[in-house]
Nanobody, 123 residues
Framework: VQLQAYGGGLVQARGSLRLSCATS????????VGWFRQAPGLEREFVAA????????YYADSAKGRFTISRDNAKNTVYLQMNTLKPEDTAVYYC?????????????????WGQGTLVTVSS
């Protein structure tokens, strides 16, 4: 599975962005897809994940109530809608995929990674 994240950019605090993750290769619909992020000087951290059919989602506490993950298997794309952004959301965001259940929050549990997209939230 090849993954490519895009949609990042510069946004003011309390603003919104929608990230997209385009996929190709093996049947996308079989995989759980997640988003991680990594801020400068910090470890990569889990943000959200969605099950193969979109029926189950899982969020980090920092994302609950503000971010929504969804997928459109017909378009081989996963989305991360981010609302009420904060400066601490500034990071490179990566999409990733695994052949397993949603709920995995460690980067080592994911098998495929795309290049990230930078999100910068100004105060």
């Amino acid at each position: 599975v090849q993954l490519q994240a895009y949609g990042g950019g510069l946004v003011q605090a309390r603003g919104s962005l929608r990230l997209s993750c385009a996929t190709s290769g093996r049947p996308f619909s079989r995989y759980t897809v997640g988003w991680f992020r990594q801020a400068p000087g910090l470890e990569r951290e889990f943000v959200a994940a969605v099950s193969w059919n979109g029926g189950l989602t899982y969020y980090a506490d920092s994302a609950k109530g503000r971010f929504t993950i969804s997928r459109d298997n017909a378009k081989n794309t996963v989305y991360l809608q981010m609302n009420t952004l904060k400066p601490e959301d500034t990071a490179v965001y990566y999409c990733t995929a695994r052949y397993g259940a949603v709920g995995a929050t460690e980067s080592a549990q994911y098998d495929y990674w795309g290049q990230g997209t930078l999100v910068t939230v100004s105060s």
